[in-house]
């Protein structure tokens, strides 16, 4: 039996010209997470990241700080593959199809923003450059060929990625579709490790959003 642990980013920099790129809290964040599997002692085969940068940045942090990647880890991690079906869906164009002045607003009035556009996107509804379903359907393409990755005796393979394809796998998994993607997006936190089981009778969720690597004051939602 193997298991696959998915991990959303650290805290990106929301409200600046670049949202793709690691606050400093973020980076932050994602040190610890390393830090945490140095201490608890945690091994991994494989690793895998979506292709943005913020994903990056989070995979070069964890593993950095874990001790994984020297040279004489034994095991340990030369570095990363870059699947990019683990990339977040647009949000900032998806707020913005919905409501032009969304990037205009507090974080608070952001996500509610969000939340009434991913509605419309979920629906199919709107003009949106990446439908819904087509998110989905890449999201899911690239969860399979984790779980292949993931399958066999010892096999403890790495993902990084962003909240939503986490919401979206773990609402398969939990419900049987994708019914509960909302709810499950709303609340991933920043640098979060979702870890699977995957066995004879395919992928279980044995953790959703685990973050007690964090300090209370460093945990963050976006």
């Known amino acids: 039996m193997g298991t696959l642990h998915l991990v959303r980013h650290g805290q990106a920099s929301f409200g600046t010209d670049d949202y793709d790129r690691l606050s400093e809290l973020g980076t932050r964040q994602s040190a610890a997470l390393g830090a945490g599997w ?11 990241a979506g292709a943005m940068l913020r994903h990056a940045q989070t995979a070069i942090a964890a ?27 647009d949000h900032l164009a998806v707020a913005t199809a919905f409501d032009p002045g969304a990037l ?31 998110f989905r359907e890449r999201v899911m393409a690239g969860f399979e060929e984790a779980v292949e ?4 005796k010892g096999r403890r393979v790495l993902v990084f990625t962003s909240g939503g ?10 419900t049987g579709d994708d019914s509960a ?4 997006n709303d609340v991933v936190v ?3 490790v979702t ?15 685990d973050h007690s690597h964090l300090r209370a004051a460093d945990v963050t939602f976006r």
Do not use: C
Not at 149 to 152: E, F, I, N, Q
Not at 165 to 174: E, F, G
Not at 181 to 184: G, I, M, P
């Open 38 to 48: 140095e201490a608890g002692g945690a091994v991994f085969t494989d690793a895998v």
């Open 63 to 89: 593993i950095d700080a874990s001790g994984l990647g020297e040279e004489d880890a034994d095991p340990g991690l030369s570095g990363y593959e870059v699947d990019a079906r683990w990339n977040e869906y």
């Open 104 to 134: 205009t607003k507090n974080s608070k009035e952001f996500q509610a923003a969000l939340n009434e556009a991913i509605d419309v996107w979920r629906r199919g509804e709107g003009d949106f450059a990446e439908p819904y379903a087509l």
């Open 149 to 152: 990755l993931a399958s066999g």
């Open 165 to 174: 394809p986490i919401a979206m796998v773990a609402s398969h998994l939990i």
């Open 181 to 184: 993607f909302q709810k499950l």
């Open 190 to 192: 920043n640098s979060s």
């Open 195 to 209: 870890t699977l089981m995957v066995g004879g009778t395919g992928p279980r969720v044995l953790t959703f959003n």
